[in-house]
């Protein structure tokens, strides 16, 4: 049977595609632009969108496994609450949805309470499904490495408490495990929540001074900052999405996102390996 991945084209879909390929799984994608998907050749690719009730249905055509990840848009509950009924009515009940850490927890943060609410329906409704919850993902300083690097100051306001900030491919990498472990397995398993986190809990300090360290140079923190991040994010998105990353930069300062007892021992013995550190992303992106 095959693996429906929804999100494939951003950077952990398609480190998730890759994955579900290296272990010879069957794979379909869902993607606006076929023509520009660049897909090894063994993945299916078919086009439409999650508001394209027709489309959603043809692309669960024949699927036993569904892989769940909703872009942060406007529209990104009536997408995820869509997608689940039709994934309901296809007869399709193993799922991996790709949540956010903290997401019941954060709930004046808009991506957060859908994605509260999208776990709430894979509860209420009996879906077998992971529930994926990643920290702040490493590969968001790509972002601003030019701001560290020509100006010297780390200026994402992540604050004194701690993020576990997590590297894509290890998210990517537990998703394709349980991707496998569902659609291969005899039945439904039951619900289940990872927290997806990293070797290190880090403040805005401590993220500076491995910059620091790795360019040889003073790089200092911007400070726990949310209005001027919010300020700085509407040059590049719209209004109402700068608001939304203030909001949920306001949640980094005041709770962090600290991991539980036994986080890291469960991702380490799924991997069977070490979490990516921060650093090895500071060092990629200070050669690029």
Request: avoid cysteine; proline fraction near 5%; aromatic fraction near 6%.
């Amino acid at each position: 049977m095959t693996i429906l991945v929804i999100g494939a084209t951003g950077r952990v879909g398609r480190l998730v595609v890759d994955q579900l390929v290296a272990r010879d799984a069957d794979v379909r994608v869902l993607t606006r632009d076929p023509a520009r998907a660049a897909f090894p050749a063994q993945v299916e690719v078919v086009q439409g969108d999650l508001l394209d009730v027709d489309a959603l249905r043809a692309a669960f055509a024949g699927v036993s496994t569904l892989f769940l990840l909703n872009a942060v848009t406007g529209d990104e509950f009536t997408q995820a609450i869509l997608t689940l009924n039709v994934a309901r009515e296809a007869g399709v009940d193993r799922i991996v949805y790709l949540s956010v850490f903290g997401a019941d927890e954060a709930v004046n943060v808009p991506h957060f309470a859908v994605k509260a609410g999208a776990e709430r329906m894979l509860a209420a409704m009996d879906f077998g499904a992971t529930i994926l919850r990643p920290a702040y993902f490493i590969d968001n300083e790509a972002m601003v490495k030019d701001v560290i690097l020509q100006h010297g100051v780390y200026p994402m306001p992540i604050g004194g408490k701690g993020l576990a900030m997590v590297d894509a491919r290890d998210i990517a990498e537990v998703a394709a495990i349980e991707l496998i472990r569902r659609e291969r397995g005899p039945d439904k398993l039951p619900l289940e929540t990872i927290n997806l986190v990293g070797p290190d809990t880090l403040t805005g300090e401590s993220v500076a001074a491995i910059w620091s360290d790795v360019l040889g140079r003073p790089i200092v923190y911007g400070g726990d900052d949310p209005s001027g991040f919010e300020q700085n994010s509407a040059v590049a998105m719209p209004r109402w999405m700068a608001y939304e990353m203030r909001l949920m930069a306001e949640r980094w300062v005041s709770d962090g996102m600290i991991p539980q007892d036994g986080d890291r021992d469960r991702l380490i013995a799924m991997l069977g390996r070490p979490l990516h550190h921060y650093r090895e992303t500071a060092i990629a992106l200070s050669a690029a």
